[in-house]
């Protein structure tokens, strides 16, 4: 065989080995847009838990402004309140901050899979740098450290990130699949899985103590407000069911609310649970090429439970309306 056609066949060979197929982009896809979804839902679950706290704390604090009879204790009494709701913000936002790593990541995967993505990531290259940086250095500064699987060097400016985003904008992304796209969701596993076991480890032990410890202190606080609503209509020579009558949707609207969190925190459970059995399923999938319709069992069940965790979400505005027409 000549020297010349053994060149040709090295050339071929090579360009088959980095031509991005279909069934690869879909694969991608798939991957990105799950990341994408579920890295929402966690933000969304403590602010529901701690928003319904909140609640609850109004209604009692309502009660006891309404009874005190000194200005300055009522005033307390409101900037108490107002420090612990900015103090709730703070702590969603920390605790949910690797999450929004998994949204990025997610983001840029996305941009490497079609023209309509790249386009919305071109448009907010430059906040999406500015913010995936500041999100894995701090991430890597704190939890980062526990883990030797990952780097910042590997995700940081200088590395895959970096080369990915200097040349979004001036190359085709039929090019930049075949130079990325499986670079960019093999380096991006191993901080997404850690991130979604931090999840069923910490977050997920947190946030089902604070939901079964919530009817009491529900229960409590409104007992609170509703002794002293009694207190103060007596007092004044008032008959207090009228108050009662009044204030009853707002206990049922939050037993409504907590009924909600219930429906959450089951489908997003199973879905991080689902999702970090799938990591290696996607890479294999990927890299064989594997068509749709032959896809592992590990990530059709992710794609059934992450499909019930968003109809569940998309759903909700439907239980309102319903739950409206009952009272």
């Not at 690869?24 to 799950?34: G, K, L």
């Not at 900037?79 to 901050?97: G, Q, Y």
């Not at 790249?118 to 980062?144: D, N, V």
Request: aromatic share 14%; hydrophobic share 40%.
């Amino acid at each position: 065989m000549s020297k010349v056609l053994i060149f040709c066949l090295m050339v071929a060979l090579s360009f088959s080995c980095t031509v991005i197929k279909p069934n690869q982009v879909n694969i991608a896809e798939n991957y990105a847009t799950v990341l994408k979804g579920v890295s929402a839902v966690p933000e969304n679950m403590y602010f529901r838990l701690y928003s319904l706290k909140a609640q609850s704390e109004q209604a009692q604090l309502s009660g006891l402004v309404s009874t005190t009879g000194a200005a300055n204790e009522a005033i307390q009494y409101l900037d108490e309140s107002f420090k612990n709701r900015i103090a709730f913000l703070n702590l969603v936002d920390s605790i949910t901050e690797a999450y929004n790593i998994v949204r990025d990541y997610a983001d840029l995967l996305l941009a490497l899979v079609n023209e309509s993505y790249l386009s919305r990531f071109i448009a907010q290259k430059s906040s999406w740098q500015l913010s995936f940086e500041k999100l894995t250095s701090k991430y890597f500064l704190t939890a980062g450290k526990v883990s030797n699987s990952f780097t910042p060097v590997s995700v940081g400016a200088s590395g895959l990130i970096g080369n990915i985003l200097q040349e979004i904008g001036t190359t085709k992304i039929k090019s930049l699949q075949k130079k990325y796209l499986q670079q960019a969701i093999a380096s991006s596993t191993p901080i997404v899985k850690v991130i979604c076991q931090n999840f069923i480890d910490l977050d997920l032990p947190r946030l089902k103590a604070d939901y079964v410890a919530m009817p009491s202190f529900l229960r409590e606080n409104y007992k609170d407000f509703l002794g002293n609503i009694n207190a103060y209509e007596k007092a004044s020579g008032n008959n207090p069911y009228s108050y009662y009558r009044n204030y009853m949707p707002v206990y049922n609207y939050m037993q409504f609310q907590y009924y909600e969190a219930g429906l959450l925190l089951t489908r997003l459970e199973k879905c991080m649970k689902d999702l970090l059995l799938s990591f290696d399923a996607f890479l294999f999938c990927f890299d064989h090429d594997v068509s749709r319709s032959n896809l592992p069992e590990a990530i059709s069940i992710l794609n059934d439970s992450y499909s019930s965790l968003q109809l569940v979400i998309s759903n909700f505005e439907t239980i309102h309306n319903k739950y409206y027409k009952m009272f």
